[in-house]
């Protein structure tokens, strides 16, 4: 099995850049049903409160299995999955900033998007689309003695 961030992590560029800082599979399940999870971490540059100034109170992280159909972000941050921030304080404005997605399932693919917001709560765009690809990428290993046989 190959390290887990050399599996594919695809990005799109866009204001709040998410990338693979890490993933490690995991079995959960018991060996009957053979389920295996994973847990990736995001990274972004946190914003400010104001454009850049000041800290930003809150973020907002949402992932889903289905990729945004044409440009309807709403329709598919309103149908993804909450990812739970609460208790989380956003970095200090253009520091490294992160969080662990776990329960992610092995064989799927993720998309996921971020917002922040203020104590008004003002909310930010969304951010890019991080693409986390947990299907299977590793070939079967090299055949090392093919031979004839008469």
Not at 22 to 45: E, F, G, R
Not at 81 to 98: E, F, K, L, N
Not at 116 to 143: C, F, K, M
Request: charged share 15%.
């Amino acid at each position: 099995m190959p390290a887990p961030c050399a599996r594919r992590w695809l990005l799109a560029s866009a204001p709040l850049a998410l990338a693979c800082l890490a993933a490690s599979a995991l079995l959960i399940a018991p060996a009957s049903s053979q389920t295996a999870t994973t847990t990736a971490t995001l990274l972004w540059t946190a914003p400010g409160d104001d454009g850049m100034t000041g800290r930003a109170s809150r973020y907002d992280l949402r992932i889903s299995t289905n990729a945004i159909a044409g440009t309807d972000t709403l329709s598919w941050w309103n149908a993804a999955t909450v990812v739970d921030m609460s208790g989380r304080v956003p970095a200090s404005p253009g520091a490294a900033d992160s969080v662990a997605v776990s329960n992610l399932l092995v064989g799927s693919r993720y998309y996921a998007i971020l917002r922040a917001g203020d104590e008004v709560p003002n909310w930010s765009g969304y951010s890019n689309v991080a693409l986390i690809d947990l299907r299977d990428s590793t070939a079967p290993s090299r055949v090392t003695d093919l031979r004839v046989r008469f």
